[in-house]
């Protein structure tokens, strides 16, 4: 049984931008609440990742004639692996993020 998290109370908390808090692991997957802020480099990953905003709105860009997406409160997104993207926020956004447990900052592809 995993411990209870307040969603809530960890986007308060956040303060720095792009730097994950684990909330959850759910069998491969980690789950984080993360604070975006400006644009996180273009990059891709080997497994598919999930998005789901819970405040602010986040911009997701894509490389190869894909067409940019921006999510709001409640709106969810899965990027399919292999996919090149980066995030956009104007202002603060907090989203959670499912990715692989064996995904880090140091195996993500810059693109």
Partial sequence: MGEKTNLKQAARDLVLAFVPRQIATI???????????????WHDHEHDEFFMVLE????????????ATTLGPMDCLRIESGTVHQTVAPRRARALVFERQDVTQETLKDR
């Fill in 27 to 41: 069998d491969d997957y980690h789950v984080f609440i993360v604070l975006f802020e400006g644009t996180f480099p």
């Fill in 56 to 67: 602010g709105e986040l911009r997701i860009e894509f490389k190869g004639g894909l067409k």
